[in-house]
């Protein structure tokens, strides 16, 4: 189950579709500036 839920998890942060930016930023977004894009027009 712990397997399966990583390889869900992979398969979003990997997609520019699901992932602000494109996978390249989830990799290189700070911990506190990731919601930083919750607060701009339009969210």
Do not use: C, Q
Not at 7 to 22: N, P, W
Not at 23 to 34: C, E, I, Q, R, Y
């Amino acid at each position: 189950m712990v397997k399966r839920a990583w390889e869900i998890f992979g398969d979003i942060a990997r997609s520019d579709k699901y992932v602000y930016g494109g996978a390249a930023t989830a990799l290189t977004t700070n911990f506190g500036d990731a919601p930083n894009v919750l607060f701009t027009s339009p969210p």
